[in-house]
């Protein structure tokens, strides 16, 4: 038996594990005692290895002729592949090819599959799910500091007087984060503000609990610095020093007393008018949050909002400090960071910056990279509906079940001339496909991960490739070469990331030697920079930071008479996303079996619902059947569901509504009809 150490698979914690390997086969999991889950892991962590040995697992490349899938050889997949792509580029255009990156995969994977969106197929048109997650924390925060990354450590939390939770049900989805903060409540007597429209576990330990209603972020927040400023709570040398244009937030919240707040929010003024004292007063005071607070059309101000009060207080740039938006995936934030996205090169550098540009020209050795913006996730799945987007290339993500509006993903899916999916599942996305690629886990290559702390950490191979699969960039290298493209051939990941450095500033002292023991935190500007704690110290990333007022605004869609309900979404704490590696857990798995909607008793009574029956939820996009669990979490008027199963999809009834300025969509809230389904007597 021997053990490798590597990064959890799942959530953006990461909390480092050794998987356990006999003959070959990852047999268990142990976790460390580095990183941030200090010898702890939660229950996915404990259970990372139970999917890679799935009889499951894709083992072959497979083509789908009128029959359905056959098995080939790499040489053919690749070469059909290359084909396809170069005779599509070359008959409509760049332009009409797109790539849907992973933040499964690695900071290696993600930065060759940019660098050959870019300089093979010649466009920006690459995205990933950063954009149903913390596309509005990017633009929000980097228009407030001038970086949308996590402002302070994990471990800083601890280090909080006063901690304001919105947004994020830390206990179930960053469990090793929650532990700190329920140790800093019981041993630093540390306070506790939670700020969720669900009476989430983390509220039975709040000093403070603020059930607001969905989408009503705004306006509570606008309320709290209303207070702060009647009663002269805010930090006035902090905003003279290191901020600019405070004068016009602080009159956009004059017309927002608590009270006016309260008819918007449903929750007391005085309770408003509590919490923001209690955080305004704290010597320190952190803001965690996560997709309560981006996945709204209004994701963008309800993170503005967030960083206005944060500067207001002065709680920036300071040890235990911060206004920290939980990065979800593994690999999210090092899938923005090394620039899987259609508005930047690795390093937040703009694909509109002539300087960059010319910059990743040289050093990729292309005459001309396009100069435009590309499309974001959602602008894909429209251009191929309306057939301007030809190709498209999924690498680890599955929209048919993620994406808002699941109806309209299929046709858009089903209208493309070429679909390839990378995947280690056939997911229901690569069930769409016309080529499937076998891709090696996150147990069997090398590589790094940056979790949500900006830190960098080595993944390590424990085992070989499961079947024929291959590690993503190896797959991609071959497609490029075949293409024509010499630039993506790599001998080895670590080689990857030595370009990465010498391309990305804030990774620019990054290499794997350096991440041996704990990591590295980005910024780390060089081989002597020590990385980066938390931001922001002496200046902000932007100089001074920005005030921007923010005006409520309600939800795209609102209750009405014919769908008088409120939907919202999210996560459960046994599954991830849309259950492609926890179904193949059989630990995870049996945890819950099935979707459920909850639904607050009173409405439950009015529709005449009971436990063990069926209901039938309506939105004005599509329709589901579901069990429904009858239970005072959610408030009255409002259901959540779930959206991990497929059989009960919640994302045939979102709203794709997009944020104007970061396009997230309204994965939070939409209106719906929910009525019990008669049932009919079986013959
Ligand atoms: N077990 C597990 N862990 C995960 C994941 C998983 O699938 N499973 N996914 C990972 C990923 S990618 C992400 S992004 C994170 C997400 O982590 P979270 O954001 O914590 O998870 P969610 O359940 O989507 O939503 C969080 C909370 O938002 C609340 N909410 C809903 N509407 C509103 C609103 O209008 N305002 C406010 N303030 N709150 C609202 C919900 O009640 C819910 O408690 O989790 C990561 N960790
Ligand atoms: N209704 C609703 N919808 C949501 C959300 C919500 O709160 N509510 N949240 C949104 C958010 S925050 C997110 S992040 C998205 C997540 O949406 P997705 O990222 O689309 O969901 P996953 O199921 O995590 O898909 C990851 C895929 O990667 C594959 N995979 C795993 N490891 C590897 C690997 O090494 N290589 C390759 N090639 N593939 C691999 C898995 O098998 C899986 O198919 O969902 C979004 N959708
Ligand atoms: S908290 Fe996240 S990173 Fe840590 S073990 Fe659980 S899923 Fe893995
Ligand atoms: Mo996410």
């Avoid at 949050?289 to 309800?302: E, F, K």
């Avoid at 509006?405 to 679909?419: A, C, I, K, W």
Wanted: hydrophobic share 40%; glycine share 8%; with cysteine.
């Amino acid at each position: 038996m021997s053990r490798v150490l590597t990064t959890c698979i799942y959530c953006g914690v990461g909390c480092n594990l050794y998987l356990r390997v006999r003959n070959g086969r990852v047999v268990g999991v142990l976790p460390s005692r580095s990183g941030p889950g200090e010898g702890k892991l939660c229950i996915k962590g404990w259970c990372a290895h139970e999917f890679v040995h799935s009889p499951q697992r894709l083992t072959k490349p497979l083509i789908r002729d009128s029959r359905g899938f056959n098995e080939v050889g790499w040489d053919e997949a690749i070469k059909l592949v290359a084909g396809r792509f170069l005779a599509i580029k070359e008959q409509y255009g760049s332009n009409s090819l797109a790539v849907l990156s992973s933040a499964k995969c690695t900071n290696e994977e993600n930065y060759v599959l940019q660098k050959f969106t870019r300089a093979v197929l010649g466009t920006n048109n690459i995205d990933h799910c950063a954009r149903l997650c913390h596309a509005s924390t990017i633009v929000g925060l980097g228009t407030a500091f001038g970086s949308g990354a996590m402002t302070n450590s994990i471990a800083e939390i601890e280090e909080a007087d006063v901690i304001f939770v919105i947004g994020s049900n830390t206990t179930e989805q960053h469990p090793l984060i929650a532990r700190r903060i329920l140790r800093a409540i019981r041993e630093r007597g540390t306070k506790l503000i939670v700020a969720d429209p669900r009476s989430i576990d983390l509220a039975d330990f709040a000093e403070i609990y603020l059930q607001h209603k969905l989408g009503t972020d705004v306006s509570l927040i606008n309320g709290m610095m209303n207070l702060i400023l009647s009663e002269d709570l805010q930090d006035s040398e902090f905003i003279e020093r290191r901020t600019r244009n405070f004068e016009a937030v602080k009159k956009v919240v004059e017309r927002v007393p608590p009270e006016h707040a309260e008819k918007i929010t449903g929750v007391p003024a005085e309770k408003i008018s509590k919490a923001a004292r209690l955080y305004a007063k704290a010597k320190r005071a952190s803001i965690v949050y996560s997709m309560g607070i981006t996945q709204h059309t209004t994701g963008t101000d309800n993170v503005l909002a967030l960083a206005n009060l944060a500067m207001m207080t002065g709680n920036v740039g300071k040890k235990g400090t911060g206004v920290n938006p939980l990065r979800g995936h593994n690999n999210v934030q090092g899938a923005c960071d090394v620039g899987a996205l259609p508005n930047v090169f690795p390093g937040y550098q703009g694909v509109t910056d002539c300087q960059a540009r010319e910059k990743m020209q040289r050093v990729w050795n292309i005459a001309e990279l396009d100069d435009k913006v590309g499309l974001t996730q959602l602008e894909m799945i429209n251009s191929a509906y309306a057939g301007d987007l030809k190709a498209l290339y999924v690498v680890g993500e599955n929209p048919v079940v993620s994406h808002p509006d699941t109806g309209h993903v299929r046709e858009s899916l089903r209208t493309l001339e070429f679909l390839v999916v990378q995947d280690i599942f056939l997911s229901e996305t690569a069930k769409l496909a016309n080529v499937v690629l076998p891709a090696a886990s996150f147990a069997e290559k090398d590589g790094t991960f940056t979790s949500t702390e900006r830190r960098v950490q080595r993944i390590r191979k424990a085992i070989e490739p499961i079947g024929h699969s291959k590690e993503d960039w190896r797959i991609t290298g071959e497609i490029a070469e075949r293409m024509g493209y010499k630039g993506l051939i790599y001998s080895s990941a670590e080689e990857i990331m030595d370009e990465i450095a010498s391309v990305t500033p804030i990774y620019g002292g990054i290499s794997w030697d350096r991440l041996e023991d704990s990591g590295l935190q980005w910024p780390c500007w060089d081989r002597s920079h020590p990385g980066t704690q938390f931001l922001h110290e002496a200046e902000f990333f932007s100089g001074l930071g920005n005030f921007v007022p923010v005006d409520f605004k309600p939800p795209a869609e609102e209750p009405d008479e014919e769908y008088p309900m409120m939907l919202t979404t999210g996560r459960l704490s046994f599954l991830f996303h849309t259950s492609t590696m926890t179904a193949k857990s059989p630990t995870l798995n049996i945890q819950v079996p099935e979707g459920y909607v909850e639904i607050n008793p009173e409405d439950a009574k009015r529709l005449g619902i009971g436990e063990g029956e069926r209901v039938r939820v309506k939105s004005r996009r599509g329709e589901i059947e579901i069990k429904p669990f009858v239970t005072p979490i959610v408030p009255q008027g409002t259901i959540f569901i779930p959206f991990h199963f497929v059989e009960s999809p919640a994302n045939a009834l979102t709203n794709p509504a997009p944020d104007p300025k970061s396009k997230i969509p309204e994965l939070k809230v939409c209106a719906v009809k929910v009525e019990r389904v008669e049932q009919v007597a079986s013959l």
